[in-house]
């Protein structure tokens, strides 16, 4: 399991449009990803489930994985929410 903490910065968080881009880059690992926000945990892989943690700007968000390319997952999906969800 890899687990890393990062903070939102874009003003929208993960809502719509940063929202799908974050989860299109979680479905290109085999591993099993969550993120949590304030001891909630939802599947990475879900966009209900990431709308639900209603993150905005300035929140800082955990990525957890676990699998084969678990640190790959959760360095990928932390430099995607690092560049303000541009590519």
């Given amino acids: 399991m890899y687990v890393k903490d990062v903070l939102v910065k874009n003003k929208a968080g993960l809502h719509a449009r940063p929202a799908t ?3 299109q880059k979680a479905n290109e690992y085999k591993a099993t990803v969550w993120v949590e926000k304030e001891e909630r945990r939802v ?19 955990k990525i957890i994985a676990d699998g084969s390319d678990e640190e790959e997952a ?3 999906l932390v430099a995607l929410v690092e560049s303000g969800f541009v590519g």
């Fill in 74 to 76: 959760v360095e990928g």
């Fill in 43 to 61: 599947n990475a892989k879900s966009l209900l489930g990431v709308l639900s943690l209603g993150v905005i700007g300035g929140t800082t968000i």
């Fill in 21 to 23: 881009f974050f989860i």
